[in-house]
T-cell receptor, first 116, second 113 residues
Framework: AQTVTQSQPEMSVQEAETVTLSCTYD???????LFWYKQPPSRQMILVIR??????QNATENRFSVNFQKAAKSFSLKISDSQLGDTAMYFC?????????????FGQGTILTVHP | DTEVTQTPKHLVMGMTNKKSLKCEQH?????MYWYKQKAKKPPELMFV???????INESVPSRFSPECPNSSLLNLHLHALQPEDSALYLC????????????FGDGTRLSIL
């Protein structure tokens, strides 16, 4: 069984500052992918960033980067230069090599509010 | 722009009604998913179609009936729903159901009277 834990139900940050969202996971898979999805009030789930477990280099997408600590089973998301449009619910998710059809295991989510 | 299109965006129906949700993608993806999402909760997987065949049914009640007429289209037929079925229904697709990321639609907000 796979589990994903997001321990911060809500967070807030001032515009232009940096914020880090935490995610820990557990899996018995030898290869797996981790994802961060963003869901703004407009409802659409948007892929923010993806990390393959075999790659040691942390993934980066513009202002978004991850700190992937495989041994600690930790996958945190850092948002730099926060913008009002980053206000959303953020979900950490995991799928494993043997998981059927890319089935995702989601964390409970973190609501991020960016204040002007 | 949303590459996965869901219609309608909002739906209000009585418990005796029959309605359908529609999902369409033109990215050539061969895996399509239905999720149910309650407020401030993660999505819960309902069904997965892979190459137009039902591959996963997460023990969803029979009042929800999925259909995949072709590789671009996914329907969810609704009948005799209960008030607890009120939720956001999300459709997603991925290239082949493996490690490729899922692309989500905007969802249909369903309210059962």
């Amino acid at each position: 069984a796979q589990t994903v834990t997001q321990s911060q139900p809500e967070m807030s940050v001032q515009e232009a500052e940096t914020v880090t969202l935490s995610c820990t996971y557990d899996t018995s898979e030898s290869n797996y992918y981790l994802f961060w999805y963003k869901q703004p009030p407009s409802r659409q789930m948007i892929l923010v960033i993806r990390q393959e477990a075999y790659k040691q280099q942390n993934a980066t997408e513009n202002r978004f980067s991850v700190n992937f600590q495989k041994a600690a089973k930790s996958f945190s998301l850092k948002i730099s230069d926060s913008q009002l449009g980053d206000t959303a619910m953020y979900f950490c998710a995991l799928t494993g090599w043997s998981t059927s059809y890319g089935k995702l295991t989601f964390g409970q989510g973190t609501i991020l509010t960016v204040h002007p | 722009d949303t590459e996965v299109t869901q219609t309608p965006k909002h739906l209000v129906m009585g418990m005796t009604n029959k309605k359908s949700l529609k999902c369409e993608q033109h990215m050539g993806h061969r895996a399509m998913y239905w999720y149910k999402q309650k407020a401030k909760k993660p999505p819960e997987l309902m069904f997965v179609y892979s190459y137009e065949k039902l591959s996963i049914n997460e023990s969803v009640p029979s009042r929800f009936s999925p259909e995949c007429p072709n590789s671009s289209l996914l329907n969810l037929h609704l009948h005799a729903l209960q008030p607890e079925d009120s939720a956001l229904y999300l459709c997603a697709s991925s290239l082949d159901g493996g490690f490729q990321p899922q692309h989500f639609g905007d969802g249909t907000r369903l309210s059962i009277l």
